[in-house]
C-alpha cells in the first residue's frame, strides 16, 4: 500500500518501505553516530593544538556535539516510535511524529549553518596540517551524508504516509 516507486528514490536505495528502513539505519544512522564520534574528538584536537591560529575552527568540537545530541535524539524517535508504525502500514495519526521528523530536519540547518561559518564552508587555510584537512573532509563527508538522508526522508520515505501532501 505504501511501498509503490517514487521517481525521487534513489538507485541505491531499496523501493519497499521496511527495507527503505533498514537502509536509512544502516546507511545512515549507524554511519552518522561513527562518524559524530571521531570527528568530535578530532575537532576537539585539531582547537587545542592550533588555539593560537587565527584560522582554527574554534568552537567547531561545540558545534559537532550539538549536532550529534540533535541527531542522536532525532534518530531515537524514528528507530523507536516512527519506524515501528511505519513497518505495522502507518495509520491514523502517523502525520504527527512525521511533522517532529521534518522540524527536526529544519532544525539541524541552523547547526549545519554554524559549521559551515566556523569552517569557512569546510575549506582548510592553506597551512592546515593533516589532522585539519581530515577533519574538514570527514566533516564535509558528513554534512552530504546527512543531506541525501534528510532528502530521502522527507521527499520518499514521509510522503507515503503523509496524505494531505
Not at 118 to 134: F, K, N, Q, V
Not at 147 to 160: G, K, M, Q, S
Request: hydrophobic share 40%.
Amino acid at each position: 500500500m505504501h511501498d509503490d516507486a517514487t521517481a525521487t528514490a534513489t538507485p541505491e536505495a531499496p523501493q519497499e518501505t521496511g527495507a527503505l528502513i533498514d537502509h536509512i539505519l544502516t546507511h545512515y544512522h549507524e554511519m552518522h553516530r561513527a562518524d559524530l564520534a571521531s570527528l568530535v574528538p578530532l575537532a576537539e584536537r585539531v582547537e587545542q593544538v592550533h588555539a593560537d591560529d587565527p584560522d582554527a575552527p574554534t568552537g567547531l568540537a561545540r558545534a559537532l556535539a550539538t549536532l550529534a545530541r540533535e541527531m542522536e535524539d532525532h534518530m531515537a524517535k524514528e528507530e523507536l516510535i516512527l519506524f515501528p508504525a511505519m513497518r505495522a502500514g502507518g495509520g491514523a495519526g502517523i502525520e504527527h511524529p512525521i511533522a517532529v521528523m521534518r522540524a527536526d530536519h529544519d532544525d539541524h540547518a541552523a547547526t549545519i549553518a554554524r559549521i559551515r561559518k566556523l569552517t569557512g564552508d569546510l575549506t582548510p587555510p592553506e597551512h592546515a596540517c593533516g589532522s585539519w584537512r581530515s577533519l574538514y573532509g570527514g566533516t564535509a563527508t558528513l554534512l552530504d551524508e546527512l543531506a541525501a538522508h534528510i532528502a530521502l526522508e522527507n521527499d520518499v520515505l514521509f510522503p507515503r504516509f503523509e496524505t494531505a501532501r
